[in-house]
């Protein structure tokens, strides 16, 4: 009988008395030797349950399924079914390793179309935004390129068409001061040339004298102003022209700080240049240069009070280094991401300018392949630092 029933279910099949003693083995062809079995399923068979076991034979899995077997009134033996778990622990991890392989998979490719999807849609955007930061910073040439015609490229069309009007905005401006100031410029010459024809006529002790020596000064002021504004607008419409040759540094400076010392004594501050006997040479436009110079050490000058120092320092690296250090007021942190703008203007500054010096200064040395930077500290002082690239030394 057990035989048959392994034949019929793949499985060790015996059978066992109610007190566990082995009858019958479908494993070995002869009558078995009488051994107790009492694991735990046969215990559980025994008591008239069905009973469950995992043995754990020689690494291997072995499932056990007794079952006890009643005739009309008693339980009369136990059926005992065993069987290697280890096909099915095989196919459990053949399962396991594709499921693995399946789910690994997706991921991947579902991130690879993750990332190409975002990158579709970030990818324009991120062109608007460079073109805007770009026109933040004072470019109004820039254009976004529109990729797509969903909402980022509308939001593109619309950049462009603003970017377009304030482009032709700025550019009327510019004309408009730089017509503006050249208007100006004919009648200021006129004031000044009648006003000094007129002091000559009336004579140094007249009353009126005084009064013409000051619509002279003060012509000579607005001159001043409607020059920097000429240059302004130069610079902006990219009509300024420099005229480059080679300049002695050296020389350069001692020439800007005698023309400024008269200023200096004015406010009461010493102008100093540390001599650099180096022939340091640099090719450039003098008169530009000068003028460059002559702002930073004006603003040196204008931010210290009386009895301080202005001093011009000239070393040679691999570059040309220009030092124009001062012992006035300084700068504060937040002014200081602004005095290279145009039309800046410092809140404590005691003597209006334009602000247009620094920004004028900054185009002038970035034209000339130079940097110009600023240190400073609040009540202490500041220091500006022009490099230009040597010609020859
Ligand atoms: N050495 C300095 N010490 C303290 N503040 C300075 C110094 N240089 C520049 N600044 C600040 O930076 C501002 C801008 O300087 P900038 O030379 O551009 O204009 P300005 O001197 O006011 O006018 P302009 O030079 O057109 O006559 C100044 O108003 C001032 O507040
Ligand atoms: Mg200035």
């Known amino acids: 009988m057990v035989k048959k029933l392994a034949a019929d279910t793949n499985a060790q ?51 056990h399924v007794s079952v006890p077997i009643k005739n009309k009134i008693n339980y009369i033996a136990v059926l005992r079914l065993s069987s290697s778990l280890e096909e099915v622990y095989n196919v459990i991890k053949k399962l396991v390793l594709f499921f693995g392989v399946v789910i690994t998979a997706s ?22 935004k460079k073109a805007t930061q770009e026109m933040a910073k004072g470019n109004f040439k820039v254009r976004a ?43 200021l010459t006129s004031i000044k040339g009648f006003a000094v024809t007129a002091m000559d006529m009336v004579g140094e002790n007249s009353e ?14 607005l001159s001043r102003l409607v020059d920097e504004l000429l240059d302004f607008s130069k610079i902006e ?5 420099l005229t480059f040759d080679d300049v002695d540094i050296n020389c350069l400076i001692r020439e800007t700080v005698v023309a400024l010392k008269p200023v200096a004594e004015n406010h009461g501050v010493n102008l100093i240049c540390e001599k650099n006997n180096d022939n340091l040479v640099v090719y450039g436009d003098k008169n530009r240069l000068k003028q460059v110079l002559v702002n930073l050490i004006d603003n040196g000058i204008k931010a210290c009070e009386s009895g301080k120092t202005v001093k011009v320092v000239l070393e040679a690296k691999e570059r040309a280094i220009i030092k ?18 145009k039309f800046y203007r410092g809140k404590n500054s005691r003597y209006s300018g334009t602000g247009l010096g620094l920004a004028i200064a900054k185009k002038i040395i970035e034209e000339h392949g130079g940097s110009i930077t600023v240190e400073s500290e609040e009540n202490k002082g500041t220091v500006f630092t022009v490099t230009l690239p040597i010609k020859y030394q």
């Open 13 to 63: 099949v015996q059978v066992l008395n109610t007190e566990g003693m082995l009858l019958g083995d479908s494993s070995i062809s002869s009558t078995p030797i009488p051994v107790k079995i009492l694991t735990p399923d046969v215990i559980q068979a025994i008591s008239g349950e069905n009973g469950v076991y995992i043995e754990n034979l020689h690494n291997e899995k072995v499932l």
């Open 107 to 128: 991921s991947l490719v579902a991130l690879v179309i993750g990332f190409f999807i975002a990158n579709r849609l970030t990818k324009p955007l991120n062109m608007v």
């Open 145 to 187: 390129q529109k990729i797509s015609n969903d909402e980022i490229g509308v939001l593109a069309d619309s950049f462009n068409k603003m970017a377009e009007e304030l482009g032709q905005l700025e550019e009327m401006k510019n004309e408009f001061i730089s017509n503006i100031s050249h208007e100006l410029k004919t009648p």
């Open 208 to 221: 009126l004298y005084e009064y013409l020596n000051i619509i002279d000064e003060e012509a000579d002021r």
């Open 237 to 241: 419409l990219n009509k300024i022209k």
């Open 324 to 341: 124009v250090e001062d012992e006035g007021h300084g700068i504060s942190e937040s002014e200081m991401k602004h005095i290279f703008d």
